[in-house]
């Protein structure tokens, strides 16, 4: 589904408030339960429930899932792991004398060990002043650029023989939401009806789209489609709202990766700034090394698209 949307979803803004309190009901009589016992080359290893909370917690993915869900997943890992643990124990010691699997230790504690010292580096700047900059600078921009948001329903199809067969029958009256049960390409949409349950923002919709849904009345859709990519797109316009940026209290986790990806090129620059740099190419002769130069034209950049808003 995430591909289709792509063109017209650029940011999704989620509230994770239902699992949460379905995790608080789970957890509160949870003290020293034991969610499962594994048996294996005669021995036999618990699961403890809050290992198997912390692992649901800890997954973008999973916490995203009802509860139930979620947690059979995070069980079903656990477990997983243990079995490859206990079944790899016996050649530990053999494997962990090979030079390949050395190599492989060494690397991985190098990417590891960079990846936690950009992260500190990039994460230090994420202060709370500069994260409420950030929101700011963000919201400023947000509502130049979107005057409304839509809540929309689709059927997406993948050909134009399928897109002719969807716009005669929505023209012979047949209802939109059965059609996209039948014909919407993702499973997503055919079980949700046609339904994109995050609102669009007109400023983020190609420009197609956008004029099809201003075309729109609420409750209305398009006997038509609009080709994006490989797709054909009927719109139903379920609901117009004026465009509002979420408070920062909601949204503080994307403001803050926001807030990282744009300081990064600037973190690596100072990184950077006192090395010197001499290439050569196959042959022997000088080539020019940019580095420094292309991070600062990143830099540059970003700039000039936040002084765009």
Avoid: W
């Avoid at 399928?162 to 949409?189: I, Q, Y």
């Avoid at 006997?223 to 379920?238: A, E, L, M, N, T």
């Amino acid at each position: 589904m995430r591909t289709i949307l792509t063109t017209f979803l650029i940011g999704i803004f989620c509230s994770n408030l239902v699992f949460g309190r379905a995790v608080e009901k789970a957890c509160a009589p949870a003290a020293a339960k034991i969610s499962a016992t594994v048996e294996y080359n005669g021995k036999r290893i618990d699961v403890p429930y809050d290992r198997v909370i912390e692992t649901l917690m800890g997954s973008e993915k999973l916490s995203g899932q009802p509860f139930e869900v979620g947690y059979a997943i995070a069980l079903e890992q656990l477990c997983l792991d243990i079995i490859i643990r206990e079944a790899v124990r016996p050649e530990l010691s053999t494997l962990q004398a090979t030079s390949k699997f050395k190599e492989s230790l060494r690397k991985m504690e190098e990417d590891l060990t960079r990846s936690h010292f950009l992260q500190g580096r990039v994460s230090a700047k994420a202060t709370d002043d500069a994260v409420g900059e950030e929101y700011n600078s963000l919201k400023a921009s947000f509502e130049k650029n979107n005057k409304y948001v839509y809540h929309l329903s689709l059927i997406v199809v993948d050909s134009l023989e399928k897109a002719g067969k969807v716009r005669s029958l929505l023209k012979s009256g047949n209802d939109f939401e059965n059609l996209a049960r039948m014909h919407c390409l993702e499973k997503d949409l055919r079980e949700k009806a046609g339904r994109v349950d995050t609102p669009i923002p007109d400023g983020q919709m190609v420009d197609g789209m956008r004029t099809m849904v201003e075309s729109l009345v609420d409750g209305g859709h398009s006997s038509d489609f609009v080709q994006s990519g490989p797709h054909y797109v009927f719109v139903k316009r379920r609901l117009r709202e004026k465009a509002v940026m979420p408070p920062l209290t909601k949204i503080r986790k994307e403001v803050v990766s926001a807030l990282e990806s744009r300081v990064l090129p600037q973190v690596l620059l100072d990184i950077v700034g006192p090395a010197k740099i001499k290439g050569f190419d196959p042959t022997g002769k000088d080539l020019p090394i940019n580095l420094k130069s292309d991070l600062n034209k990143a830099i540059q950049q970003q700039k000039e698209q936040k002084a765009k808003g």
